[in-house]
T-cell receptor, first 113, second 114 residues
Framework: AQSVTQLGSHVSVSEGALVLLRCNYS??????LFWYVQYPNQGLQLLLK??????LVKGINGFEAEFKKSETSFHLTKPSAHMSDAAEYFC???????????FGAGTRLFVKA | KAGVTQTPRYLIKTRGQQVTLSCSPI?????VSWYQQTPGQGLQFLFE???????NKGNFPGRFSGRQFSNSRSEMNVSTLELGDSALYLC?????????????FGPGTRLTVL
């Protein structure tokens, strides 16, 4: 069964600093991978998705992620953090059948002024 | 296009009662998935419906059930509520399901069981 591991339940960065949120997946076949963001009292919003077209995926709000099959990783980065980036971020993978999405435990990002 | 709507947004019930939550997907979307979100367990998949058929189900007891109507609106029902059912219930819609496709999430229904 596929699983997703997000390293670090909390990450704190200063405004303007690099954001790096880590995600590792376990899968025997190339998966569909996603990053979602959740702001307080809201549902999830898709940041970006990997569907095997390109290993470097650009998303909304300046975020991007790189798919590395050899490392089974899909880390999320943003060159310069803004206060508005403070939220919870979820890495997710679809199962082999494609009808179920498995989410990581989430990483809460704090941005300090 | 209107987004995914969920009603009600907040609900308070007592143990032993039952509850029905509603989800209206984005117009044209045929797949609706339901998730339970709690601080301890995170986001857990409940079930996914496509054209009125349940295609996949998570590891939840039979007290959790759902259905989808011909207009793609979906409901989920929880019977004999337990304290541990307190959670944010999210639904998500997409064109053809989670695989490869973006899921659009509603704001959720916050259920509190007393």
């Amino acid at each position: 069964a596929q699983s997703v591991t997000q390293l670090g339940s909390h990450v704190s960065v200063s405004e303007g600093a690099l954001v790096l949120l880590r995600c590792n997946y376990s899968s025997s076949v190339p998966p569909y991978l996603f990053w979602y963001v959740q702001y307080p009292n809201q549902g999830l919003q898709l940041l970006l998705k990997y569907t095997s077209a390109a290993t470097l995926v650009k998303g909304i709000n300046g975020f991007e992620a790189e798919f590395k099959k050899s490392e089974t990783s899909f880390h999320l980065t943003k060159p310069s953090a803004h206060m508005s980036d403070a939220a919870e971020y979820f890495c997710a993978v679809t199962d082999t059948g494609g009808f179920k999405t498995i989410f990581g435990a989430g990483t809460r990002l704090f941005v300090k002024a | 296009k209107a987004g995914v709507t969920q009603t009600p947004r907040y609900l308070i019930k007592t143990r032993g009662q039952q509850v029905t939550l509603s989800c209206s997907p984005i117009s044209g979307h045929r797949s609706v998935s339901w998730y339970q979100q709690t601080p301890g367990q995170g986001l857990q998949f409940l079930f996914e419906y496509f054209s009125e058929t349940q295609r996949n189900k998570g590891n939840f007891p039979g007290r959790f059930s759902g259905r989808q109507f011909s207009n793609s609106r979906s409901e989920m029902n929880v019977s004999t509520l337990e304290l541990g059912d307190s959670a944010l219930y999210l639904c998500a819609s997409s064109n053809d399901g989670p695989r490869g496709g973006e899921q659009f999430f509603g704001p959720g229904t916050r259920l509190t069981v007393l």
